[in-house]
């Protein structure tokens, strides 16, 4: 019963490749964030999704795009991968609304791998 | 542009003693503040968290501190279980926009 999953747990592909993690949670929870973890540990925020609003970190390539067929799940594509891809990327999710106790619970990361 | 940092990668303490893990913040709209813990192959896991209209907060073994002149605060585990032994990150949230950031993290290991 994990509150937050996202599959697959490792991922290798070659340079190019479009690929997709998955991620699903069983809270309940309105809101549902991607992050990147990388070669420094930083763990930085790529997206946040609600039912109502898209928020991208400016800082992220057009290449990734989160897809959300429904509030349960927020999929992570990838187009075009590169070299500097490679990470762990984590799937988060919280209660949604504007206050300051947004504690977010964490799926255990996809480590990609682009070669 | 790092806001939140945690200055020490690594800590090692004995089991039975305190474990003093520390994160400073540049930005002062900042207004909540949480500690996660992470296993190997794990996600982060929430461990604890303080509002900035409090400066301690105390959950058993672990209590986090927040100096908001010093824009500093500490999470203090006493005493220390080798089960603590983990991957400790800070994180702080934006009081306009939700937004949370994290440390980099520091790894604590607690010697038998």
């Known amino acids: 019963d994990t509150a937050v999953s996202q599959t697959p747990k490792y991922l290798v592909t070659q340079m190019g490749n479009d690929k997709s993690i998955k991620c699903e949670q069983n809270?309940?929870?309105?809101?549902m964030y991607w992050y990147k973890q990388d070669s420094k540990k930083f763990l930085k925020i790529m997206f946040s999704y609600n039912n109502k609003e898209l928020i991208i970190n400016e800082t992220v390539p057009n290449r990734f795009s989160p897809k959300s067929p429904d509030k349960a799940h927020l999929n992570l594509h990838i187009n075009s991968l590169e070299l500097g891809d490679s990470a762990v990327y984590f799937c988060?999710?919280?209660?949604?609304?504007?206050?300051?106790?947004?504690?977010?619970?964490f799926g255990a990361g996809t480590r990609l791998s682009v070669l | 542009d790092q806001q939140v940092k945690q200055n020490s990668p690594s800590l090692s303490v004995q089991e039975g003693r305190i474990s003093i893990l520390n994160c400073d913040y540049t930005n002062s709209m900042f207004d909540y503040f949480l500690w996660y813990k992470k296993y190997p192959a794990e996600g982060p896991t929430f461990l604890i968290s303080i509002s900035s209209i409090k400066d301690k907060n105390e959950d058993g073994r672990f209590t986090v501190f927040l100096n908001k002149s010093a824009k500093h605060l500490s999470l203090h585990i006493v005493p220390s279980q080798p089960g603590d032994s983990a991957v400790y990150f800070c994180a702080a949230i934006h009081a306009n926009n939700n937004d949370m950031r994290f440390g980099a993290g520091t790894r604590l290991t607690v010697k038998p």
């Open positions: 988060a999710s919280s209660e949604s609304g504007r206050s300051s106790k947004n504690i977010q619970y």
């Open positions: 809270l309940g929870h309105d809101t």
